[in-house]
């Protein structure tokens, strides 16, 4: 990155501030997997990032490096592009891990979701279709829209089953 591109002037209303032990291999992963583009750094006396800004689309995602201390939390972020098995197919190739297929849901949005090497969830999604409240009711009620939201919640388990909260 050739200069500080970030700017008070593009905050939105809820941004994601994501806490890594490796804020730098997170940009790098970002930037391959969901062509984000990094806006700055700003490092600490210690070497560590203190804060740094990456944009994916019209959005900004705010990090830094947790200290060694901290326990690790990761995130869950829904990512809105143009083609939902285009961005799911380049994240896997930039090295996350499939949680849920692509699969297409009653609403007329496709998606699916993987977890970055960082354990961040990443639901990629993207409109494929413009259905009326009425249309979804009814869709709601089709078996394969049925299986498809029961495979959506239940792909969470193997991730999160038995995970510690305190």
């Not at 029961?150 to 792909?155: G, H, L, R, T, V």
Request: charged share 25%; aromatic share 10%.
């Amino acid at each position: 990155m050739s200069e500080n591109q970030m700017s008070q002037t593009e905050n939105r209303t809820i941004t994601p501030w994501i806490t890594t032990k490796s804020t730098e291999k997170l940009i790098a992963f970002l930037v391959s997997a969901f062509n984000a583009q990094e806006l700055g750094r700003v490092y600490n006396a210690d070497g560590s990032i203190g804060h740094a800004e990456v944009r994916i689309g019209d959005s900004k995602i705010l990090m830094f490096d947790s200290p060694a201390e901290w326990p690790s939390f990761p995130c869950f972020i829904r990512l809105y592009v143009d083609d939902s098995d285009e961005f799911y197919d380049q994240a896997i190739k930039a090295g996350a891990t499939s949680m849920t297929k692509v699969i297409t849901q009653a609403w007329g949005e496709r998606g699916g979701r993987v977890v970055d090497p960082f354990g961040n969830i990443w639901w990629i999604t993207s409109k494929i279709e413009d259905v009326s409240p009425e249309e979804m009711t009814e869709r709601s009620k089709q078996q394969k829209y049925i299986d498809a939201m029961e495979y959506a919640q239940k792909s969470f388990n193997p991730l999160l089953t038995n995970v510690k909260t305190s």
